[in-house]
């Protein structure tokens, strides 16, 4: 193959079980096969070597393994091999669909655009869809990852592979990775993109890894608060921070303290604070307060009076993950 289009990176660690999907729904992305699928073990993971026996020979699957155990180092890894014009990331339990793979992918070549989105099934293990991810779009990529509806997983996303060479993973970064890099890529320049209405890939949701004690839903929304606020005060530093942006960002904050309040009310009271500090009134952007500002109540106080109902909606919620109804990220 002289001239490939696509370079499919997938860090695995562990999981043959769900390599092999994986693998060939990745080497079904692209027209005419014309792609390649650059597999990364890592941390001296060897369980891909029987699940992967059928691809040893074949030409398009490249399987390089390093020993550091890590994610980001592996996706690091992988996009230093690429050769194609265009690259994505999947996760070794995840798989594409691939039709609307293949969409994206022409809809991306036939535009001068960086990036193009795409939709996300959340799904259980039998493949049944949960929910379905949706891109919010907007013509400005950043205002978009800055709102409240902002999509940070790559696997929405392809990538015109020459628009983010030099855009390494933070190999420090070990939980909300992909959160991190692509505010990373937002701090650092403006992106044009694009967007298809269709499904072009699967977030599997595995029973034992639900975060139903809470915790990591805690943790996850406040990375999101640290990394949201780092952009915007790096954003406003470039004088990057437009009218357009900052009104997404202040909308994304206040979507986190809803979200994140009921769980952690110190915490988030603190978060409150600040912005009232930095962006005085910005509540009234959020729709969820719209009730809040008819009668010229405060968020605080709003969120103090509905939480026994918040934490009646999260034990329904959890009792919904378990049996398989509801997906973690709604």
Sequence with gaps: MNSIILSIVIPTYNRPQYLPR??????????????????VPNGGDQSWQSSLFNYLNNSRVIISPIETGNANAARNHGMKLAKGKYIRFLDDDDYFYPNAAK?????????????CAGSLAVVNHEGHILNILKVDYQEDFVAHILSFKGRTSPQFYIYRRSAIEGFLWDESI???????WTHTMCRVKDWSWICIDEV???????????????YKAK???????????????????????????KKSAVEGMWALVNAGFYREPLFWGRIIKKLNTNF????????RYNCVNKVGMK????????????WLGFFRRE????????????
């Design 22 to 39: 994986a693998v060939e729904s990745a080497l079904q992305a692209a027209a005419d096969g014309n792609v390649e699928v650059i597999v």
């Design 319 to 330: 009792i919904l993950i378990k049996i398989g109804k509801r997906s973690n990220w709604n």
């Design 280 to 287: 005085p009134n910005s509540y009234t952007n959020f729709p």
């Design 200 to 214: 072009v890939s699967s977030w599997v949701q595995h029973s034992s890894e639900q975060l139903s004690n809470g």
């Design 299 to 310: 968020p605080i106080l709003y969120e103090l009076i509905t939480l026994p109902l918040r």
């Design 219 to 245: 943790e996850h929304l406040r990375l999101q608060e640290g990394y949201k606020w780092d952009t915007i005060s790096i954003l406003n530093n470039q004088n990057r921070l437009s009218s357009i942006r």
């Design 103 to 115: 969409k994206q992918l022409m809809m991306l070549k036939k535009s001068n655009a960086d990036i």
């Design 174 to 180: 070990n939980i909300g990775q992909d959160t991190h």
